[in-house]
């Protein structure tokens, strides 16, 4: 599944982001400061939904915004009573939870989405490449590695699912595996990556509670990961009013 060049063939700046997990404090928060950075695209690396108390909201926002998205694991089990079924109790409470307060409009955006995306000389899945939903790229072994970056042509890849931050760089000389931290990192000329942008309503990274998300602008062969202040309380509260585990509120802040 080839991709093009980016828009019209230029280089373009685009935002990624990632499990938003129905945080619309979270995601309006990074669109506000999208807006500061300015960009040219915005992709979701899916799991919009699930574990957040405003799911109706985040979907919303995404189609007001236009914003590409994949499918994430938490979208499938929305469509998907066998693989919902092996979730673990939590989640599956909080997907229940979470189809009550969709829309059918929005159910239906969730269940249409594709697995895999590609555009602008990039792929952009959920779980693991070339175009998996479900499976987690959580601590890959070289070999994994190279076996994954075997399997699709695109110079660069977005992936979510983990929540982490971070990138796997191959070149030559093998695969190496980076954590990320906050602010902009040079891209190696030649290289191909595989780039994990952490989780903008979930984070699970050990830098802050802050929403994650990513930039990446071609012309100036850079990433830059950023890391916003929300309105996490109000998320918390709306957790407890709507019923939701309480495992989920104590994820959030740290």
């Known amino acids: ?97 979470t189809r009550s307060l969709l829309s059918p409009d929005s159910l239906a955006w969730l269940a249409a989405l594709p697995a895999v995306y590609c555009d602008g000389g990039a792929r952009y899945v959920h779980g693991c490449p070339p175009q998996s939903v479900t499976v987690y790229l959580y601590e890959p072994t070289e070999s994994r590695l190279q076996r994954i970056f075997a399997a699709y042509p695109e110079r660069f890849c977005f992936a979510g699912h983990t929540h982490d931050l971070g990138w796997h760089e191959r070149t030559g000389a093998g695969v190496v595996s980076r954590e990320a931290g906050i602010g902009r990192t040079a891209l190696a000329a030649g290289a191909r990556y595989l780039l994990l942008p952490g989780s903008v309503g979930q984070p699970r990274d050990a830098l802050s509670w802050h929403a994650k998300y990513m930039v990446w602008d071609q012309e100036a062969a850079t990433i830059d990961i950023r890391a916003v202040s929300y309105d996490v309380q109000t998320t918390i509260r709306l957790l407890g009013e709507r019923g939701f585990p309480a495992s989920n509120a104590k994820r959030l802040f740290w």
């Open 1 to 97: 599944m080839p991709c093009g060049d980016g828009l019209d063939g230029k280089p373009v700046r685009l935002a990624v982001l990632a499990d938003i997990h129905g945080n619309y404090r979270a995601l309006a928060a990074v669109l506000a400061d999208i807006a500061q950075v300015g960009v040219d695209r915005i992709f979701s690396l899916g799991d919009n939904i699930g574990y957040g108390p405003e799911p109706e909201e985040v979907v919303r926002t995404l189609l007001e915004h236009r914003i590409v998205s994949v499918m994430g694991n938490h979208e499938l089990a929305l469509v998907n009573r066998s693989y919902c079924s092996r979730l673990h109790a939590t989640a599956r409470d909080s997907l229940a939870l």
